[in-house]
């Protein structure tokens, strides 16, 4: 067997981007937080690379009685789990789920973890082929049994890969949200939901509990390109559990956090405290990547010509033994008072990007909330504005998205009317990727 050097990891850079100047009597501070993890090791072909032992990942493949219609649909996700298989570096702890109304372990069984090796990822192949459709729904067992997989193993990273056809009928909303709950923080995990009988809300909050990403494979022939491009990602993740750790002075509080790029999803409610003025947001699991957070924070007022550190970003990583977390990186935002109005009242073009498309995602998500109840009306208003937003920014890929629900009048100016028929092959996937963002054009 080749002998690897041990792979290097990322280095952080954390850049903030904001408008300092606040008016006299102003204390809100906006600001976007750009973390860029650069410089770990590089992967090369499937099953190749550095060793993996730092690496844990479970596959959870629906096999609900839904997966024999079409029959190709349970065909396609055996085949797409074993593209994922064929993707894993050695080195790397495994298993297999088969999900219905209960789950079990097929591979390797036992309660354990296999270790991916070229014996291995056959084997788990064979059992993959044995895999039959029948039975109902209860995503929550899925996800207890993978925690108590990863609860076997030392490994740093643990990721999920959930695939799902269905809606969630054979437990009870609670007991999903219960499962979440006790999984969030343990390990993170990708959803993605085949055909369109599945319920979008329900994929999508597993992926946002569990810091991972949520999509539509409209067809089942799309599924092996999906899972090999899902585990190539799970495979580049070289650091576990970063937080982003916010510090503020005395008199100011944090009064959001949000992830806005590549996806937006809300962090301000998983806080946990971290010493004196300081709370941690979970970030999950980094490789070379970059995301962007918005943060905004309200200080005490001050007087025209002060200054003050209105909150430090640094994203750490804790110490498995409890000691101190390790500062990867760090950044500054600043609050700076003026009787200037030009420059108190200029809006910097990071936070103005993101904000938009916060809004964008919002706005989409009420539109077919609105359009699915018949209030037309309020439906077009919305989706209007999202038209509009969408073409501000640059979001074309939402742009396209949004034109085959609405049919497009004038963009600039948000004029739409609702298309009075739309698949839901077309709903579905506009509400899963609402919330996927463009990143600001930078001059």
């Given amino acids: 067997m080749a002998n690897f050097a041990k792979p290097s990891a990322p280095r952080f850079a954390v850049e903030v981007y904001q408008n300092a100047y606040l008016p006299e009597g102003g204390r809100e501070v906006s600001a976007i937080v750009t973390v860029v993890s650069s410089g770990g090791a590089k992967l090369s072909a499937r099953g190749?690379?550095?060793?993996?032992?730092?690496?844990?990942?479970?596959?959870?493949?629906?096999?609900?009685?839904?997966?024999?219609?079409?029959?190709?649909?349970?065909?396609?996700?055996?085949?797409?789990?074993?593209?994922?298989?064929?993707?894993?570096?050695?080195?790397?702890?495994?298993?297999?789920?088969?999900?219905?109304?209960?789950?079990?372990?097929?591979?390797?069984?036992?309660?354990?973890?296999?270790?991916?090796?070229?014996?291995?990822?056959?084997?788990?192949?064979?059992?993959?082929?044995?895999?039959?459709?029948?039975?109902?729904?209860?995503?929550?067992?899925?996800?207890?049994?993978?925690?108590?997989?990863?609860?076997?193993?030392?490994?740093?990273?643990?990721?999920?890969?959930?695939?799902?056809?269905?809606?969630?009928?054979?437990?009870?909303?609670?007991?999903?949200?219960?499962?979440?709950?006790?999984?969030?923080?343990?390990?993170?995990?990708?959803?993605?939901?085949?055909?369109?009988?599945?319920?979008?809300?329900?994929?999508?909050?597993?992926?946002?509990?569990?810091?991972?990403?949520?999509?539509?494979?409209?067809?089942?022939?799309?599924?092996?390109?999906?899972?090999?491009?899902?585990?190539?990602?799970?495979?580049?993740?070289?650091?576990?559990?970063?937080?982003?750790?916010?510090?503020?002075?005395?008199?100011?509080?944090?009064?959001?956090?949000?992830?806005?790029?590549?996806t937006v999803v809300d962090l301000s409610g998983r806080r946990t405290e971290a010493g004196p003025r300081a709370g941690d947001y979970p970030t999950g699991s980094w490789g070379d990547e970059s995301r962007d957070y918005h943060v905004c924070v309200r200080v005490s007022a001050a007087g025209v010509g002060q200054e003050m550190l209105a909150a430090r970003a640094s994203l750490v990583q804790p110490d498995p033994a409890g000691g101190p977390a390790t500062v990867l990186s760090h950044g500054l935002v600043r609050a700076v008072w003026t009787n200037d109005l030009a420059e108190s009242t200029a809006i910097n073009p990071q936070v103005a990007h993101y904000t938009g498309q916060a809004e964008l995602a919002e706005v989409i998500q009420l539109g077919l909330e609105a359009r699915k109840s018949g209030d037309f009306d309020n439906a077009t208003a919305k989706l209007g504005r999202a038209v509009q937003l969408a073409s501000a920014s640059g979001n074309e890929d939402t742009a396209k998205l949004l034109a085959k629900v609405v049919d497009v009048v004038d963009a600039a100016a948000g004029t739409v009317r609702l298309k009075a028929k739309v698949t839901d092959a077309d709903e579905m996937t506009l509400e899963t990727r609402s919330t996927q963002t463009v990143r600001v054009k930078k001059s």
Wanted: aromatic share 6%; net charge negative.
């Fill in 48 to 262: 190749a690379g550095g060793p993996a032992a730092d690496s844990a990942v479970v596959l959870m493949v629906d096999c609900s009685g839904s997966m024999d219609y079409p029959p190709e649909k349970m065909r396609n996700a055996r085949d797409a789990t074993a593209a994922a298989v064929d993707t894993l570096r050695d080195g790397t702890a495994f298993a297999v789920i088969a999900g219905t109304h209960v789950a079990k372990d097929v591979y390797p069984g036992g309660g354990r973890l296999a270790i991916a090796d070229a014996r291995t990822r056959e084997e788990a192949k064979t059992a993959l082929r044995r895999l039959t459709a029948g039975g109902g729904t209860a995503i929550g067992t899925w996800l207890r049994l993978a925690e108590r997989l990863f609860a076997g193993t030392e490994a740093a990273i643990r990721h999920g890969i959930l695939l799902t056809d269905g809606r969630n009928e054979h437990e009870t909303p609670e007991a999903l949200a219960t499962a979440l709950n006790h999984c969030e923080g343990r390990f993170t995990c990708d959803a993605r939901g085949v055909g369109y009988d599945w319920e979008v809300k329900e994929v999508t909050g597993i992926a946002t509990a569990l810091l991972g990403s949520a999509d539509i494979v409209p067809e089942p022939q799309g599924l092996a390109a999906d899972f090999t491009q899902m585990m190539e990602s799970a495979m580049g993740k070289e650091v576990a559990d970063v937080a982003l750790r916010l510090w503020t002075p005395v008199g100011a509080e944090v009064l959001f956090v949000k992830q806005v790029a590549p």
